[in-house]
């Protein structure tokens, strides 16, 4: 399992986002937050977690080999 990150991560719907006019983005090493667009809802089927396939989705263009690791984990655990 991969350590918690510095900043906490939030997830919002792209559609959201595009409303508000006070989102910043800055550069990764200066944010506070991490803020994830979504182009759909995910499912919260575990409390404030999303669903593991929503998930490893969001992560499958992230090349780095701890995260891809992660998400083979993820992915023998499912029950398909």
Same mark, same amino acid.
């Given at each position: ?30 944010? &506070?937050?991490? /803020?994830? @667009? ?6 919260? #089927?575990? %409390?404030?977690?999303?669903?593991? +396939? &929503?998930?490893? /989705?969001? @992560? ?6 701890? #995260?891809? %690791?992660?998400?083979?984990?993820? +992915? ?5």
């Amino acid at each position: 399992m991969l350590a918690p990150g510095s900043r906490r991560a939030f997830t919002v719907l792209s559609s959201e986002a595009l409303k508000r006019n006070d989102l910043v983005e800055v550069p990764h090493e200066s944010a &506070s937050i991490l /803020l994830a @667009l979504w182009h759909y809802r995910p499912a919260f #089927v575990y %409390g404030d977690r999303i669903d593991p +396939l &929503s998930l490893v /989705l969001s @992560l499958s263009d992230d090349h780095d080999d701890r #995260v891809q %690791g992660e998400i083979e984990e993820v +992915l023998e655990k499912f029950k398909w």
